[in-house]
């Protein structure tokens, strides 16, 4: 169950209830290729490329690129749904958040801590993203619990970029927005549990909260969405 932060976008069809995902994780001389197996979203948002400049027994300090923010073709949405959306219609297309920076992780007997500063492409040099998250391991009977606490700050380039409306995108149904600097914060609660040698069942649940900067835009009119996940992992 994963709704989409548009406000007149449903999630409808059978077939947007199911996402497939291959998963590689590659190390060779401090250059990794990795999926990040202690998120709930870290299984669909793609995998992390990086460069590891310092790795100590309690901290590592890495070059990260990876994708943060999911874009949008307004042609695929309608495609899907076979219906005008008066809200995103006539929108321009978003591309993905690809971002690249540093990534700080501190490691806990239990628990890892994490802060990324990047800067996102199609936004202009100047943007900013800082990603924080804490994840702490619970262990029961065979069940590995990953409880976690996020936060996410975005510059006002990047809201703007993918929610903002510019003067040619405005219509009676969609006023001109500009934003400003925003937030997400986050509550996760991932679980994995083995079901033989080569499968391992995973349930995850994700409650984001967005500050006004991003629920006041026009597309968006929402503060908060809740995220399930339920599925399984083939490891060969």
């Known amino acids: 169950y994963n709704p989409h932060i548009l406000t007149d976008v449903k999630q409808e069809d059978a077939n947007e209830y199911l996402a497939f995902s291959l998963l590689i994780d590659v190390y060779y001389k401090g250059f990794f290729l990795q999926s990040n197996d202690r998120r709930a979203e870290g299984l669909f948002a793609g995998g992390e490329l990086g460069y590891q400049i310092i790795d100590k027994d309690d901290w590592s300090l890495d070059f990260i690129a990876k994708p943060y923010l999911p874009g949008f073709a307004i ?9 005008s959306l008066p809200s995103i219609e006539g929108l321009k297309d978003r591309e993905i958040g690809f971002g690249a920076g540093l990534r700080y992780s501190k490691y806990y007997e239990d628990a890892i801590f994490s802060v990324d500063i990047a ?3 199609p936004t202009d040099s100047t943007s900013i993203l800082v990603d924080l998250f804490y994840s702490h391991l619970f262990l029961y009977r065979n069940w590995d619990i990953y409880a976690g606490v996020g936060f996410t700050y975005y510059s ?3 809201i703007d970029y993918y929610l903002g409306i510019d003067h040619d995108e405005v219509t009676s149904e969609r006023p001109f927005y500009h934003a400003d600097d925003g937030f997400r914060s986050q509550l996760e609660i991932f679980a994995r549990h083995p079901i033989s040698k080569t499968w391992t069942f995973n349930a995850g649940i994700t409650q984001s909260y967005y500050s006004n900067a991003i629920s006041d835009s026009p597309l968006v009119r929402k503060h908060h969405i809740t995220q399930v996940m339920l599925g399984a992992v083939y490891v060969f």
Do not use: T
Not at 75 to 83: A, H, L, Q, S, T
């Open 156 to 158: 006002s380039n990047i």
């Open 75 to 83: 042609e695929d949405i309608f495609d899907e749904k076979g219906e």
């Open 119 to 121: 800067s996102l492409a």
